[in-house]
């Protein structure tokens, strides 16, 4: 993948990021912390059912595309089983007990919630084949363009209620966001309707589906694992703590998650780009190469996350106050998500999805005992720690794995790093309050030894930004970098 295109991947996260934090603190301030739980529960249930009913197929069709001449039959045979379960269950669940969904959910008895909740869940899933077109055809701006946008219309609509709307409600909110992901699944449609309108003429072939079946099925344990791994702590906060330490929690992992836009660009670059990399026969030197980099990107996140957590408190409700001591730990589930993608990619090279999904069971085992220990004493701070240390735990046996039916590879460094940040982030959520000038010495006495470690992976860095700015001079004067090279004034 070029430069051009990753950057085009990149505008997506970052635009994301930059709107989320200016939409998080109005959401703060305008809507209680149960409301903000309430949302958590609903993408806690959307995230489910898009791993549980599309049956493993996306990855199928991501790991066949390359391989495959009929692109519009493969998208059909992997998006046809999940989308027609999935619709036949909501309208079921909505006609026999309207409101079901939305006591599951919210604690309230309301159909119309139950409706909208059925709505943002089955958007999210037609969204999650088609983000995947974009991203296996290297479409990097309409990709980013598509989670941009729905994100500025859902700023609007908080900022309409905030300007216009007194009382403000969570029907409003639940609302708001519904829009917004249902604007994403229309850019999306609107930007591959090359590739999906075809696909609805093309012939289900059962040959092909009985082979993408047999390498996504067991994906679905694994999917579930995964989301069992990375929802625990919102399920166990709903049922044994309260909805305000659920939206304290909630906001905690929104703040990381934006913090975690290096996870984002790399998860949606990365599947494309390794799969492409091991048709060409050109794989093993430069997964090892870009598991450094990550590696090093991981770890000065969370060390610039723990040294200026402290401007969290300057820009939320005294209620969100333990955010700050939260954030660091909270970081775990999307870096270490993204190093384990690539450290451990081998498992999906070797088509050995199983050890994936036995990795998911291990680390969702842990947190599930970890969150049923931790939350009822600790709250938010308990799921922080308790899903910290399972995705760590994830990371280390999905590498083990991966090495295993693969290749070894590098990981010394990579499991040191790694334990030590989140060491630390562990320690900030139970210590930082009391002793903060402590730990503020010790992220910066962490980034002063990563800057050591990783030099090689910052010159290179510096190098890029370099000649990115040398780009944009050159291009200010008028004159392509070939012209200044030969010397054209």
């Known amino acids: 993948m070029n430069k051009s295109k990753l950057l085009g991947f990149a505008l997506g996260p970052l635009g994301s990021a930059a709107i989320g934090f200016v939409t998080l603190p109005m959401l703060a301030w305008f809507f209680s912390a149960e409301d903000i739980g309430r949302i958590a529960m609903l993408q806690v249930a959307t995230n489910f059912a898009v ?3 599309t049956f493993g197929l996306d990855q199928s069709y991501a790991r066949e595309y390359h391989e495959t001449a009929d692109k519009p039959a493969l998208l059909k045979a992997a998006t046809l089983p999940g989308l027609a379960t999935l619709a036949v269950l909501l309208l ?10 939305s006591q599951a959910l919210f604690a309230v008895d309301d159909g119309t919630l139950s409706a909208i909740a059925a709505a943002s869940i089955l958007a ?3 969204s999650r084949f088609l983000s995947v077109i974009l991203r296996m055809e290297e479409k990097g701006f309409a990709f ?4 941009v946008l729905p994100k500025l219309l859902f700023l609007a609509l908080v ?3 905030a300007l216009a709307v007194p009382g403000r409600t969570f029907l409003m909110l639940v609302a708001a966001y519904t829009v917004s992901i249902v604007a994403v699944m229309f850019a999306y449609a609107w930007n591959t309707r090359h590739a999906w309108v075809p696909a609805l003429a093309a012939r289900l072939d059962r040959r092909r589906l009985r082979h993408l079946v047999a390498f996504g099925f067991p994906l679905i344990f694994g999917g579930v694992a995964s989301w069992a791994l990375m929802a625990m702590d919102r399920v166990f906060l709903r049922q044994l703590s309260t909805l305000t330490e659920l939206g304290v929690f909630s906001v905690a992992a929104s703040i990381a998650a934006a913090a975690g836009i290096v996870s984002s660009i790399f998860s949606t670059v990365w599947a494309p780009t390794v799969y492409r990399w091991a048709a060409e026969g050109d794989a093993q030197a430069k997964i090892d190469a870009v598991t450094h980099h990550l590696l090093a990107a991981v770890v000065l996140i969370f060390v610039a996350t723990g040294l200026l957590s402290w401007v969290l408190a300057l820009v939320l409700p005294a ?3 333990r955010v700050q001591y939260i954030v660091a730990a909270s970081l775990a589930p999307p870096l270490l998500y993204a190093l384990s993608e690539c450290a451990a990619v081998g498992i999906s090279l ?3 999805s ?7 069971f291990l680390a969702a085992a842990a947190n599930v005992a970890g969150n049923y220990l931790l939350v009822p004493r600790l709250g938010a701070g308990g799921a922080a720690i308790s899903t910290a240390v399972s995705f760590l735990l994830f990371l280390v046996v999905r590498t083990e794995f991966s090495c295993r039916v693969w290749r070894p590879v590098p990981r010394v460094r990579l499991y040191l790093a790694t334990t030590a940040v989140t060491a630390l982030a562990v320690a900030f959520v139970l210590y930082g309050e009391r002793h903060r000038g402590l730990f503020l010495l010790m992220w910066a006495g962490l980034g002063l030894l990563s800057l050591a470690w990783f030099r090689s992976s910052l010159s290179l860095a510096a190098r890029a930004c370099a000649k990115a700015m040398q780009g944009v001079r050159l291009r200010a004067t008028g004159l392509s970098p070939g012209l200044r090279r030969n010397g054209v004034q």
């Not at 079921?92 to 969904?101: D, I, N, Q, S, V």
């Not at 980013?144 to 989670?147: A, D, E, H, L, P």
Request: charged letters at 10%; glycine letters at 2%.
């Open 159 to 161: 900022v309409a209620y």
């Open 350 to 352: 070797a088509r050995r």
């Open 51 to 53: 791993i549980l009913f």
């Open 144 to 147: 980013s363009m598509s989670q």
């Open 354 to 360: 199983m050890y994936s999904m036995a990795a998911s």
């Open 92 to 101: 079921a669940l909505l006609a026999l007990k309207p409101g079901l969904l």
């Open 319 to 321: 209620t969100y106050d």
């Open 124 to 126: 999210t899933f037609v």
